[in-house]
């Protein structure tokens, strides 16, 4: 642990935004790191030397400008880490990837700056829940990418983590953001509503001319993201959730007939698919069938209505599949199949039931689970949608249960055509078994790294210097990092 002796300028820092940002707004103990704080996950706790709570942009920038200035000026700091609401959950929730560090939490930037349902964007800053921003949308022609999180979580925290919706990966939604950066100022990267060079006629091009700048700052510690502009997806005009169950031994080629029906656009958005364990730990209600695959069909009164006769139809063709629900109204998911209600909501943009998952998964409500909650962990990979790729990983996971006694419980979400977006849920008793988990995780890490799947997310626990990666793409970030921040204002990251 650092020596709290090798912060002498912290103190001064601290007691000048105290004046700027106000005292109620500055947490610190200028002699020692602050008290460790829980996490669901059961990582290490890091040296957190003080906990800053802006309100506003310019708070955010007073006190970068503050650490940039002392900075310049000879003094010795720690970095700047940046959090929304703090609910990363499974993957470390507020802890830094390495200490000492000041955290800086943004759940008080809370507008909702701008919403157009017509031309279909809303400009958020970090503190605006899916929660909040779906439900302004109830009713309207446009609709929100939802996660099948916690409608508590923070839009902007997991679109710049590189999340995943129930449409498609959250970055999809992006079309801009306001960053403030090292020295203090504020930059507009990709397409911004009302700037005289990217405005509402353009047609969103967020990519802008020349090298873009926008993914700059996603999985990024090269600034202090204050706002982002988000898509909004137009509602389909009928919409039904098509559940099916399936045996192990039918696995592989219920994953290939899945990848058939989303290439030829019988299906829509993510398709999922819940093994016998996630679907336990979420509130899947019987979970006799194995696994469940939930696919949205959706369009017109005319062409959703097709669709779904054809899917149903090549479903029952197949013969890999125990049962199919079709999803109409008439027959509703059972009061106790938490999943599906979850994700029949979610295809619609709807976080109504989401709590009820997380309270099945955690036992506990958002603003307690890294309290009370039981332990969580994720690891998230790429995959290849294709059966044998689905086989060869839940394999793995077969051995990490067979070495370790901790269960993993997986879920396939199926972005498109090629790509499976793999969650690995490791749920375990904090009390008794966070050293098993733990080493269940890191035998994720190693087994699925020797098997080419390397994950798109990091946890608090494994930054990019233990998940590894290509030398030459991090010496490069590397370089673009001291070009963006030459003083070190911001904390070195998960992806550092």
């Known amino acids: 642990m650092q020596d709290p002796s090798l912060y002498p300028d912290l103190k001064a820092v601290l007691e000048e935004l105290k ?19 829980p996490n669901v996950s059961a990582f290490t706790s890091r040296d957190t030397r003080a906990v800053l709570r802006p309100g506003s942009v310019a708070d955010v920038r007073a006190l970068v400008g503050a650490f940039h200035h002392a900075k310049a000026s000879g003094g010795e700091l720690p970095g700047l880490q940046a959090v929304s609401t703090g609910r990363n959950w499974g993957l470390g929730s507020k802890e830094p990837a390495a200490g000492p ?4 939490e943004l759940d008080g930037l809370g507008a909702l700056r701008e919403l157009d349902t017509e031309a279909g964007y809303a400009v958020v800053e970090p503190g605006v829940t899916q929660k909040e921003l779906s439900e302004r949308l109830a009713g309207t022609g446009r609709m929100l990418n939802v ?29 801009g953001l306001e960053v403030v950066l090292p020295d203090g100022s504020v ?9 005289t060079a990217h405005g509402k006629g353009d047609g969103f091009n967020p990519l802008g001319l020349g090298p873009s700048l926008l993914h700059l700052f996603t999985q990024s510690d090269f600034g202090i993201v204050t706002a982002a502009v988000v898509r909004l997806l137009p509602r ?32 829509s958005g993510v398709v999922k698919v819940y093994d016998t364990a996630s679907t336990a730990t979420y509130g899947g209600g019987d979970t006799a069938g194995g ?24 479903m029952a063709e197949t013969g890999l599949f125990t049962s199919a629900a079709p999803g109409d109204d008439e027959q509703p998911p ?58 060869r990983a839940l394999d793995i996971l077969d051995r990490i249960h067979l070495a370790t006694g901790i269960r993993p419980g997986s879920t396939v979400n199926a972005l498109d055509a090629d790509v499976i977006d793999l969650v690995v849920s490791f749920p375990f008793d904090r009390a008794t078994q966070a050293g098993a988990a733990h080493s269940a995780l890191d035998l994720a890490h190693t087994w699925f790294g020797e098997a080419g799947l390397r994950p798109y997310r ?12 290509a030398a030459a793409e991090a010496a490069l970030q590397r370089a673009l990092r001291a070009a963006v921040d030459p003083l070190g204002v911001m904390a070195a990251g998960r992806y550092a």
Do not use: C
């Open 19 to 37: 004046e700027a940002l106000g005292a109620e707004r500055v947490r610190h103990d200028a002699t020692a790191p602050l008290p460790p704080a």
């Open 101 to 104: 560090v000041v955290r800086v």
């Open 147 to 175: 996660t099948a999180s916690s409608g508590h979580t923070s839009v902007v925290g997991n679109t710049v983590d590189r999340g995943v919706g129930l449409r498609h990966q959250r970055t999809e939604d992006l079309l």
């Open 187 to 195: 930059a507009h990267i990709g397409w911004w509503p009302g700037d």
């Open 236 to 267: 389909p005009r009928r919409q039904s959730t098509v559940r099916a169950r399936f045996h192990r031994e039918a696995l592989a080629e219920a994953v290939d007939a899945l990848r058939t029906w989303k290439a030829n656009g019988l299906v």
């Open 291 to 314: 696994y469940v695959a939930h696919m949205s069909v959706e369009g017109t009164d005319r062409s959703a209505g097709a669709l779904k006769a054809a899917l149903l139809a090549e």
């Open 334 to 391: 059972a009061d106790d199949d938490v999943v599906a209600h979850v994700v029949d909501a979610a295809y619609r943009g709807s976080v109504a039931h989401n709590e009820r998952m997380l309270a099945s998964a955690t036992g506990a409500t958002a603003d307690r689970v890294d309290a009370d909650g039981n332990g969580w962990l994720f690891f998230l990979p790429f995959l290849p949608f294709d059966g044998a790729s689905v086989v």
């Open 458 to 469: 990091l946890d608090s626990g494994h930054a990019r210097s233990v998940a590894g990666g």
